[in-house]
């Protein structure tokens, strides 16, 4: 396809746009930066499942660049006992809400508080708006009368493990939810 070595633009840290990676199954496997995933397309290890915007240009014509790929083989992955939790994740399991009042999540509660010995862990830790959590403080639930809309626990699902990357472009979505994640907000498809 191309005559002369190709190089993919690097468009400086912080800004590589990223691409999703499905297993044969269209399991969500990862995500690499958009040169890994020309390679591998390149290299007939990958289809283009979804284009991004993306355009590479060469002597011969022009590539669009992936935003989704599918590898041909199927690729076995050792299971993973635990998601680690992160802000991100957090936000993602309660949909971007607030569990006590459905507003705009934008902080992070323990729901038994750590001066009250409790553990920073999933079955402990929910997405709060800024007045929830000012007005809960250092309290139970018990002693301020809430209720909690879901019981917080652990996510599942192999989806979880892109949550950590920093993106998610709108294009992966349907790729994710079949597997675990609810509620995805999403960021411009690439920066």
């Not at 979804?50 to 014509?61: A, I, K, Q, R």
């Not at 590539?63 to 802000?87: A, E, M, N, Q, W």
């Not at 399991?93 to 729901?111: L, Q």
Request: charged content about 20%; some cysteine.
């Amino acid at each position: 396809m191309f005559e002369h070595p190709v190089r993919v633009p690097n468009k400086g840290a912080g800004s590589v746009s990223q691409t999703l990676v499905l297993n044969a199954t269209y399991e969500p496997l990862g995500v690499v930066s958009e040169r890994r995933a020309l390679i591998l397309v390149l290299n007939q290890r990958a289809i283009t499942i979804e284009e991004s915007e993306t355009v590479l240009h060469y002597t011969g014509g022009e590539f669009v660049l992936p935003s989704v790929i599918r590898l041909v083989k199927y690729v076995r992955i050792p299971y993973r006992h635990s998601i680690p939790l992160s802000r991100r994740a957090l936000f993602a399991r309660d949909g971007g809400k607030c569990v006590y009042c459905s507003a705009p999540a934008a902080s992070i509660d323990h729901v038994v508080p750590r001066s009250r010995g409790g553990e920073h862990r999933w079955e402990n830790v929910v997405s709060a708006c800024h007045k929830c959590n000012h007005l809960k403080a250092d309290k139970t639930l018990k002693e301020i009368g809430w209720r909690l809309r879901n019981a917080p626990r652990e996510p599942q699902g192999a989806a979880w493990r892109i949550l950590g990357t920093g993106r998610t472009d709108t294009r992966w979505i349907s790729y994710l939810q079949p597997y675990g994640v609810q509620g995805l907000t999403t960021n411009a498809a690439s920066a």
